[in-house]
Structures are given as structure tokens and as C-alpha cells.
């Protein structure tokens, strides 16, 4: 803004201003009706929701599974986005200074006169961008379960073949689950996208037999899991199994 | 220039004449409680000065177009209100020592008259304050108030969000719950990932190269001390400069200027 | 070029400031106002100052690692690990103590020379990315993170997702037919032993300098 500009914006606020109404009493009626609002919605929270306490703090746990408050959530998906090791302190302090700074500068690059968003079409889509951009990040965060759970849908052919079908779907499926497999595969929305290929259609590329096979003598990293099959041969089959109906 | 002015004692300006045809001082019970209310500020205002402040703050024009959009800022403040009380009193019965603190709150839910409603208003108005927040920095944002001559206020305003989120970061840990726990671990190494400084930054917060003994009361120190103090001190400041610049119009609404003035432009100039 | 300015006389007389009196250099306005800066940057340091250091003490205390037994050597084989339970602060309970995994060195599976602290393995269950618990999955020979995607191979190398090095161990040593766990350390990419870092610091590369080790914690000297 130059100096005409802004001797502009400073005698149309004038005149807005003069054909204003006190703040006292009319944003004050206002602000108070919004405040009660705000008050209702925390006390109905409060009593809806309550104060519920997690188990005590334990830090010998290895099986607990952290996750942040929900506003937190957005934060926590860039940790889990941003995977090569390198780039670690990109994801914890890099990307969010970065943000900060550029919020904390906004009115400083952005200088123009024209206030109406639908005229500032940079601003207005960055911003719109940004709001998607946290929303998306914070659904992701918050249906990110843990690598030692999996749940999906028994596939329409499974269901087909009757009871013992499905049962044999599901206790697979618990066997791949506490096995670690969605610490590097991705099943559906489970698991982690990496360093190992995508199962969820995994049936549909590999018969069973390949699928045995690979499990026995996989590629690095991989590990081989013949302790299982020469342990308990039966939840091996399961396994095999469960991976060879995902189509 | 104006006259030189001699100082002169103020006369009350809260005490009106009297009405004509009334007798000369108070009458009945009533009046004289209402004289001496009226006294009694007045005294104050004599030595103080105030009301003139007050009159400045309250009775300030907002402009045309003032919508609901403009209460996300006092009801933001008012948030902040509910969980300054709420946490003054959670205070009296929270034990801030890693072997005592989850007790504490327990017996804060099950034992303390209205414990767990107070507790859970601190919890859930935390996430009221933090969507306020960010509403209220978003209508800024769209409107295009952060412009001139509001750059200071954005500015503070920023800081405000950053302290908020820093409150709602030291407070997770104190009701020490395995939630509390494990995010302020993952929380406190975010900040070690910071080359050079980032060590000394995490040690600096944990008090020590593990969680331990006074891990849990200096989380509480910044949570109810230093933090508050400095967004109750940057909110007096932020409010100052709305009341001094006044709130922003909605963006859509245009200047006319009054019918008298308006053939008086100047020719050339659209 | 314009004319060479006539340098300035020292004597604030000559230099025509106001206040200025024969045979001065600074007026005695400026004297007030240093003084009276001086006096009050004094006075808030004497406040400050040892506020901070008070704050800051922490990080230069060296801690104690007393080493601890946590069974004796028929509990551990060196095909699996075993969990047990460590006290790393003393006094705070529950809250001070952590799990450990603990095996056997195996001459299959270790590739670091044997010393006088490594005739047993034990590894440290926070991620090396930012420090949640993980866990090791018998099934998978993993160790596992439940946060942000992190996977360790059996000797704790990252075998995938974003932890910057190997999970950090424990010096071991045997007294007595019971195995004793000592001070923690951390180990870069070869599993070479480093000072202990905290999660998220990496140690290869100029890592080590990026992120430099703190007196509160040492490595055992010339190990």
C-alpha cells in the first residue's frame, strides 16, 4: 500500500466508522450472547463428555499405542507422512517453522489494498488450500491405528463359502496383525505404506502357492516366517490363507 | 491553539442535577444508597481517572457491517476466562509430583464436590479455546483485517496461537495418564531434533536426561505461570490496538460518503 | 569528491552541543542516561541470571547410572529377547523406570567386536525416531513402532519408516553369574558405540556433530 492508498483506506473507515453504532451497548450484546454460547457448548461437553482418565502413566509399556490430543492430530500425520530418515527434522521443526514464520509474516508480503477475498485470489486459495490441507491431515491422524491391528472388510467371496470361510478370514487376519506385517505392508487402510509393497490385493497378483513360498524365503528385508510354519503350522495356513482371499 | 487551561478540581460527572422541583438532598433509604454508590465511584474516578478510559473503550464506534463473525475474538477471550477460574481452582487440589499426580486427579473426579464437572470444563474449554482461536485468526485472514494499519496486531495475535497451542501442549501432561505421558516424550524430542541447540533445549524441559523427579512441576510452572501471564499480557495489548484502530469493516461493505460531500470531487481523480 | 569533512572536535564545547561546558568530552546528560541504563540493566540481570541458571542447572549435572542386576545368565538365550524391567531415575516410582530387551550375543547375528560389556545384548524400547515404546514381534524378528511407522531388524537396525539410527542399548557386563545392566548409550548405523542421544538425533555423518552429547551423559571412556 502506498501512501494514497492508505490515506483511502483511513477516510472510508472514517465514514464506515461514523455510520456505525456504539460498542456499548450493541457488540457488546453481541459478544455477550456469543460468550454464553461458548459457555453452553464447554458446560454440555463437559457433562456429556466428562473428564475420563486414561490408565496411570507407564513408561516399562510395549504395548501402548500414543497418540496426541485431536488438535495435535495434523502435526502427527506430517511425522508419519515425511518417511526417509533424513528428512526427520524437516518433519519436526522445519515444516512447522517454516508455517509460523510465513503466518508471522503475512501482513508484511502481503500488502496489497484489496481486502475482499473473492478479489485476492492468491490469498483466498492459499488459505482455503491451508484449511483443506490441515483437515485432511488431522482425518488421516485420527484413523491412524496402530501397526498390530487390522480390520477389513471380509471380502464378498469369502462371505460366500460360508461360516468356516469367514472364520478362517478373521483368525488370518489376527495372525498377520500380531505378526508386525502393517509395520511395513499396507492392507487397505491399514498398516504403513512401506518399505514393503501394498497387500491389499495381494491374492489378486499372487496365488497361494507364491504366497507360501515367499514367506518361507522372502527377499530382504523381509523376514522369513518358516519359524511359524514349522511352529504352528496351522496358523500359517491361516495366514496364507488370509493373504491369498485379499482380492 | 487552545487556551491554557489552569487545573481546576474535576466535578463529579456522575452526579446529575437535580431534577427541578425536588427537594435539595437525598430522600428515603433508596436515594441515599444510590448517593452513596454515585460518591463512591466518583471518589475512585477522582483519584484514578478511569472513567474517561472506560468511556474511550465502550462507547468507541464499530463500523457499518459489524456481524457475528466479529465475536470469535471476545468469545476467544472469554474462553480463556472459563479456564484462567477453572484452573485456580483445579490448583488447589493438584499434587504436581510424578508419584502423587494421577491420584490427584482421580481424587479430583471421584471425591471433590463437582470435581470431574470442573475438570472436564478445563479439558473440553482447552479445545473450544484452540477452535475459537483458529476461527477467529481465519475470519481475520478472509476479511483481510491483517492489512494496514492492523500488520502489529496480526502479529500478536500469531503469538497468541503459538502460546495457546504451547498451553494446550504442557497441560496434556499433568493429569499424567499414559496419554499424557508418551505425547509430552514424543513433544519434548520433537524440540531435541534441533540441530546444535535442540539437546540442551530437551534436557532443558525434561530438567535432566530422563523424565524425572521435577520433569512434572516444571511442565506445570510453564502450563499456569509463565505462559498465561504472557497471553493475558499480549491479550491486554492486543485489545488496546482494537479499541485504538478499531475493528475492521466486512470487506464487502463500501464507503459512501455523506450526501453534502459527495459533489465536491475533485475532476481527474475517478 | 566533496570536500574532506573537518574532524570532529573531542570537546563537546566545540561541537556547539547543548549543555556543553569547558573541557568536556560528554556532556553530563549522556553520563545520566548511560548510568542510569547501566543501573537498571544491572539490577534486572541480578534477577535474571541466576532465575536461568537455577532453570538450566539440570542439563550440566552429570546423572548416575548405578549398574543393576536383572537375572541370572540361564534366563537369557541368545536366539530371542527377553523383556525386563530397569529403574533409570531413582525416587519418582513407576515413573522412573523403563523395559529393556535382553539376549545373548550371537556370533550369527552381532557383527561388533566382543568386549567386557557386550557378552549380552540389551536394547532400549524407545524409537529412535522420536522415542514411543516399541516392541519386538517373535513372529516377524521385528521391532516394531507403533507411532509414526518405525521398524527395526533383530539387532536393532532400522529396517524401515523414518527412525534416524539403530535403537539405542545398555552396557552389560556379568558378576557373579548375574547379568548387570549398566549406562545406556547410542550406536550409529554400524553400531559403533556414541555418548547416549535422544531420539530423533542422528549419528552418522556429521550427525554426531549436529547433535553433540551432553554432560549429564556420558559413554563409558574407550569403549
Not at chain 1, 11 to 33: E, H
Not at chain 3, 11 to 28: H, I, K, S, W
Amino acid at each position: 500500500m502506498n501512501k494514497k492508498q492508505k490515506e483511502q483506506y483511513l477516510r472510508d473507515y472514517g465514514t464506515l466508522k461514523a455510520q456505525g453504532k456504539p460498542f456499548f451497548p450493541y457488540a457488546v450484546a453481541k459478544d455477550s450472547a456469543m460468550a454464553v454460547i461458548v459457555m453452553i457448548v464447554i458446560i454440555t461437553m463437559s457433562i456429556l463428555l466428562g473428564a475420563e482418565l486414561g490408565p496411570k502413566a507407564d513408561p516399562t509399556s510395549t504395548t501402548y499405542t500414543p497418540r496426541p490430543e485431536w488438535y495435535f492430530f495434523f502435526l502427527f500425520e506430517l511425522l508419519r507422512v515425511i518417511k526417509p530418515p533424513a528428512l526427520v527434522p524437516l518433519a519436526t521443526i522445519g515444516v512447522p517453522t517454516i508455517c509460523l514464520i510465513l503466518l508471522f509474516l503475512l501482513p508484511f508480503y502481503d500488502r496489497g489494498p484489496e481486502r475482499r477475498p473473492e478479489r485476492r485470489p492468491i490469498a483466498t486459495t492459499a488459505g482455503i488450500f491451508v484449511v483443506f490441507a490441515i483437515g485432511y491431515l488431522t482425518y488421516l491422524g485420527a484413523a491412524a491405528g496402530p501397526p498390530t491391528e487390522i480390520d477389513i472388510p471380509v471380502p464378498a467371496n469369502v462371505r460366500t463359502q460360508g461360516t468356516t470361510a469367514v472364520a478362517n478370514f478373521k483368525a488370518g487376519e489376527q495372525v498377520v496383525a500380531q505378526s508386525g506385517c502393517a509395520a511395513c505392508h499396507k492392507f487397505g487402510e491399514n498398516g504403513n505404506s512401506g518399505p514393503g509393497p501394498s497387500l491389499t490385493r495381494v491374492g489378486a497378483r499372487l496365488p497361494a502357492q507364491a504366497i507360501q513360498r515367499t514367506l518361507i524365503n522372502p527377499t530382504a528385508p523381509m523376514p522369513s516366517f518358516s519359524s511359524l510354519s514349522e511352529e504352528s503350522p496351522k496358523q500359517f495356513q491361516q495366514m496364507v490363507g488370509f493373504l491369498a482371499a485379499l482380492k | 491553539m487552545a487556551k491554557i487551561k489552569l487545573p481546576a478540581p474535576p466535578s463529579n460527572p456522575l452526579v446529575s442535577p437535580k431534577r427541578p422541583g425536588k427537594k435539595y438532598g437525598p430522600s428515603g433509604p433508596l436515594e441515599h444508597a444510590e448517593e452513596g454508590a454515585v460518591s463512591a465511584v466518583g471518589w475512585i474516578d477522582e483519584r484514578t481517572s478511569l472513567s474517561g478510559g472506560l468511556r474511550w473503550m465502550m462507547f468507541r464506534k464499530v463500523p457499518k457491517g459489524t456481524n457475528w463473525f466479529y465475536t470469535l475474538g471476545s468469545s476467544t477471550m472469554f474462553a480463556f476466562l472459563s479456564q484462567a477460574v477453572t484452573g485456580v481452582f483445579l490448583a488447589m487440589y493438584y499434587d504436581p509430583s510424578a508419584t502423587r499426580a494421577y491420584q490427584s486427579i482421580q481424587f479430583i473426579n471421584n471425591e471433590v464436590f463437582l470435581g470431574e464437572f470442573v475438570h472436564a470444563m478445563h479439558r473440553w474449554g482447552s479445545s473450544v479455546m484452540v477452535i475459537l482461536i483458529f476461527l477467529h485468526m481465519g475470519r481475520t485472514f478472509f476479511f483481510g483485517a491483517y492489512k494496514y494499519p492492523r500488520e502489529l496486531n496480526w502479529v500478536i495475535g500469531v503469538a497468541l496461537l503459538v502460546m495457546t497451542m504451547t498451553m494446550s501442549f504442557s497441560g496434556y501432561l499433568l493429569p499424567f495418564d499414559q496419554r499424557s505421558y508418551w505425547a509430552t516424550i514424543v513433544g519434548v524430542n520433537i524440540n531435541g531434533t534441533g540441530p546444535l541447540v535442540g539437546p540442551y533445549l530437551s534436557e532443558f524441559l525434561r530438567a535432566g536426561p530422563y523424565f524425572g523427579a521435577t520433569t512434572l512441576s516444571r511442565f506445570y510452572a510453564i502450563h499456569m505461570l509463565l505462559v498465561p501471564g504472557a497471553i493475558a499480557a499480549l491479550m491486554g495489548f492486543h485489545l488496546y490496538l482494537v479499541a485504538k484502530l478499531g475493528t475492521t469493516a466486512p470487506p464487502w461493505i463500501r464507503a459512501k460518503a455523506p450526501e453534502a460531500l459527495r459533489e465536491e470531487k475533485i475532476p481527474g481523480d475517478s | 569528491m566533496a570536500e574532506r569533512k573537518e574532524p570532529k572536535s573531542k570537546y563537546t564545547l566545540d561541537r556547539q552541543t547543548p549543555g556543553a561546558f569547558e573541557g568536556e568530552t560528554v556532556t553530563r546528560r549522556r553520563v545520566m542516561v548511560v548510568a542510569g541504563q547501566a543501573a537498571g540493566g544491572v539490577a534486572a540481570a541480578a534477577f535474571v541470571l541466576p532465575a536461568l541458571g537455577f532453570a538450566m542447572g539440570p542439563i550440566f549435572e552429570k546423572q548416575d547410572q548405578p549398574w543393576q542386576s536383572v537375572g541370572k545368565v540361564d534366563e537369557f538365550t541368545d536366539e530371542s529377547y527377553v523383556p525386563r524391567t530397569i529403574t533409570l531415575v531413582e525416587g519418582i516410582g513407576d515413573a522412573g523406570k523403563s523395559t529393556v530387551y535382553i539376549r545373548k550375543y550371537n556370533p550369527d547375528l552381532d557383527t561388533e567386536p566382543r568386549d567386557e560389556y557386550n557378552s549380552y545384548i540389551a536394547i532400549s524400547t524407545l524409537c529412535m525416531h522420536l522415542g514411543c515404546p516399541v516392541r519386538f514381534t517373535a513372529a516377524a524378528q521385528r521391532f516394531i513402532c507403533p507411532c509414526h511407522g518405525g521398524v527395526y531388524d533383530i539387532v536393532g537396525k532400522v529396517n524401515g519408516g523414518p527412525p534416524v539410527r539403530p535403537l539405542d542399548r545398555f552396557y552389560t557386563r556379568l558378576v557373579n553369574n548375574a547379568v548387570l545392566i549398566g549406562p545406556r548409550f547410542s550406536v550409529n548405523s554400524e553400531l559403533r558405540r556414541f555418548s547416549p542421544r535422544d531420539p530423533g538425533e542422528p549419528l552418522d555423518g556429521v550427525g554426531q556433530y549436529l547433535y553433540p552429547s551432553r554432560p549429564s551423559m556420558r559413554k563409558i571412556q574407550g569403549t
